[in-house]
């Protein structure tokens, strides 16, 4: 069964420095979406993506943060300098264009010290 | 803004009971309610999707009711088996200019062999 993956599992950063989250969302999937969720905390919508540019984001999608879909297959999240209040899971999620079922990723684990 | 709210927290039950999750949510004008199960560590799975003109949904085991008129939606599990455990969510999608997914805090369930 086709699935949404994400890369690394876990990432270790210093604050202050970039990272690239990576997804490679299903192939034939045209929505993609960021989420993240703080330890113990709700999961929150970051960003969502469709034919090339964002559709829709939250508060907390700001200036920091971008996304981009390089090629065919990845769809990336960029935060450019980490805070330690950046530290969460952050969950790539992806749907059809003809049903609003999202399926997410395994995610990815930052830890920002 | 939107805001959903699970009730209970946490739930433990021994196996072979049969039970209900609740999920209230604050705005009615919702396009969708998406029930997920998240195991720890790991990311969500959708579970059940149910349109806002629909009453309900069922897969196996697992039946989603929605009254969208009292912001109200049940997830019954019958005959619950230990590998149900894990933390249920529940999401609604705006139907609004705010299409996002807001997130309850998730119903915590044990089944106890």
């Known amino acids: 069964e086709p699935e949404v993956t994400q890369t690394p599992s876990h990432q270790v950063t210093q604050m202050g420095q970039e990272v690239i989250l990576r997804c490679v969302p299903i192939?034939?999937?045209?929505?993609f979406y960021w989420y993240r969720q703080i330890l113990g905390q709700k999961v929150e919508f970051l960003v969502s993506?469709?034919?090339?540019?964002?559709?829709?984001k939250s508060e907390i999608f700001d200036d920091q943060f971008s996304v981009e879909r390089p090629d065919g297959s990845n769809f990336t999240l960029k935060i450019r300098s980490t805070k330690l209040e950046d530290s969460a899971m952050y969950f790539c999620?992806?749907?059809?264009?003809?049903?609003?079922?999202?399926?997410f990723g395994p995610g990815t684990r930052l830890t920002v010290t | 803004k939107q805001e959903v709210t699970q009730i209970p927290a946490a739930l433990s039950v021994p196996e072979g009971e049969n039970l209900v999750l609740n999920c209230s949510f604050t705005?009615?004008?919702?396009?969708?309610l998406q029930w997920f199960r998240q195991d720890p560590g790991k990311g969500l799975t959708s579970l059940l999707l149910?349109?806002?003109?629909?009453r309900e949904q069922t897969s196996g085991r697992l039946n989603a009711s929605l009254d969208k008129s009292s912001g109200r939606s049940t997830l019954y599990i019958a005959a619950s088996q230990p590998g149900d455990s894990a933390t249920y969510l529940c999401?609604?999608?705006?139907?609004?200019?705010?299409?996002?997914?807001?997130f309850g805090s998730g119903t915590q369930l044990t089944v106890l062999p």
């Open positions: 192939s034939n999937h045209l929505y």
């Open positions: 149910i349109q806002s003109s629909q």
């Open positions: 999620a992806s749907r059809l264009y003809s049903s609003y079922e999202q399926y």
């Open positions: 999401a609604v999608r705006g139907s609004g200019s705010a299409r996002q997914l807001t």
């Open positions: 993506f469709y034919n090339n540019e964002i559709s829709e």
């Open positions: 705005d009615s004008a919702i396009y969708n």
